[in-house]
């Protein structure tokens, strides 16, 4: 799961969407010492306050020994405050710097509160607002920080979780809240954008934890089962590190062209392994 990578590896510019949370903190700051230019869209009054915050977050962000060997020069970090919500932000970063890419969102919910509420749609919001800004401008590959709960490729999926959660009957509740619902419905306004040329990959992990990487996790293809599949779920835990997360969609996001390829399109589970 983890493959070397040298300082002579093709380098991108990722544009990633919700840079302050954890998950893109790890996964930026493993850009940064790949090599890979990283633009972050964060809250802040203004761009320099932005790029001010998230180097304080990230000189704040540890990782765990033995990922991929640094580049010789590390990437450049840029910031932005502009809305996430606006197609117009995403037009414009794509139109103004043709040399973005790569698109990463690990937008979520922040609180029960946001949760349970049928008015805050931040997910299907903000996939609304890029398919906008990219048709304005052009398509560029999109990793998506999803969540569990779907079975089935995206826009044929159904709430599910995977059979080895329990207690299940419980859990399955959880699928129906609002912000669930509109994390899933995110998934169908991307397949459709498919259709017109997006090339996209959603990722969707098991129960995360602040775990170290322990590089030691499994993932399936749009659909799970206990005993069938790439990674049978009888040797599966129901966790996994965001860190482990943030390396894997980096993998995936910079693998050569045709490995790329296999992946757009589908929604990865992804696991610790037992």
């Given amino acids: 799961m983890n493959p070397e990578v040298t300082s002579q590896a093709p380098k991108h510019h990722f544009l990633v969407i919700a840079a302050a949370s954890r998950g893109a903190r790890l996964f930026i700051k493993k850009a940064l010492r790949q090599g890979h230019c990283v633009t972050a869209l964060c809250r802040a009054v203004d761009d320099e306050a932005a790029l001010a915050r998230m180097q304080k977050l990230l000189a704040q962000t540890s990782l765990t020994k033995g990922e991929v060997a640094p580049a010789d020069v590390p990437g450049e ?30 937008v979520g919910v922040t609180g029960f509160r946001q949760m349970m509420s049928r008015s805050v749609m931040v997910y299907t919001q903000t996939i609304r607002a890029l398919i906008q800004g990219m048709r304005a401008s052009h398509w560029v590959e999109f990793f998506y920080h ?23 009957w419980l859990l399955d509740l959880g699928l129906k809240v609002p912000a669930a619902q509109d994390c899933f419905e995110s998934e169908s306004l991307l397949a459709a954008a ?6 996209f990959t959603v990722f969707r992990p098991a129960w995360l934890t602040t775990a170290c990487a322990n590089r030691n996790y499994g993932y399936c293809f749009d ?26 969609i980096l993998r995936v996001a910079t693998l050569p062209d045709h490995e790329r390829a296999q992946w757009f399109g589908r929604g990865v589970y992804l696991v610790d392994r037992k």
């Fill in 223 to 248: 659909t799970t089962s206990m005993d069938d599949g790439a990674f049978p779920l009888r040797d599966a835990k129901t966790t996994i590190g965001r860190e482990d997360v943030a390396e894997e």
């Fill in 146 to 168: 999803g969540s569990s709960g779907l079975e089935g490729p995206p826009g044929e999926s159904r709430p599910q979780l995977p059979a080895n959660f329990s207690p299940k």
């Fill in 77 to 106: 970090l840029r910031a932005s405050c502009l809305n996430i919500l606006e197609a117009q932000t995403y037009e414009r970063f794509l139109t103004s710097d043709a040399s973005i890419d790569r698109v990463s969102c690990f």
């Fill in 194 to 199: 498919a259709v017109d040329g997006l090339k």
